[in-house]
Nanobody
């Protein structure tokens, strides 16, 4: 089992920045690829970004490419999502996710573990 706990969400003005974190525990962190998904009110959960086990590979949704950066610190068992140039449409609950085996993924159905989520609200 892997436990994922997100932190760092909050309220920010449009154009601002925010970094959210996800601390993992329970099993060897570097065995897992990590990712972020989000769910806006009234919408389905969607893929945001993913990073492979070593941190050398990343992939982003088109809607956040160039504005968001995913990174990880395997020594701290933590994955981060740096969000810049935030827009009101980025408002959502952001979920940390883990996939066994270390490879990048975008499909929710391939996720092995989920965090509880952290709210990010961007005001206009």
């Amino acid at each position: 089992q892997v436990q994922l706990v997100e932190s760092g969400g909050g309220l920010v003005q449009a154009g601002g920045s925010l970094r959210i974190s996800c601390a993992a525990s329970g099993r060897t962190f570097s065995n897992y690829a990590m990712g972020w998904f989000r769910q806006a009110p009234g919408k389905e959960r969607e893929f945001v970004a993913t990073i492979n086990w070593s941190g050398a590979g990343t992939y982003y949704a088109d809607s956040v490419k160039g504005r968001f950066t995913i990174s990880r610190d395997n020594a701290k068992n933590t994955v981060y999502l740096q969000m810049n140039s935030l827009k009101p449409e980025d408002t959502a609950v952001y979920y940390c996710a883990a996939r066994d085996g270390g490879a990048l993924w975008v499909r929710e159905s391939l996720t092995d573990y989920w965090g509880q989520g952290t709210q990010v609200t961007v005001s206009s």
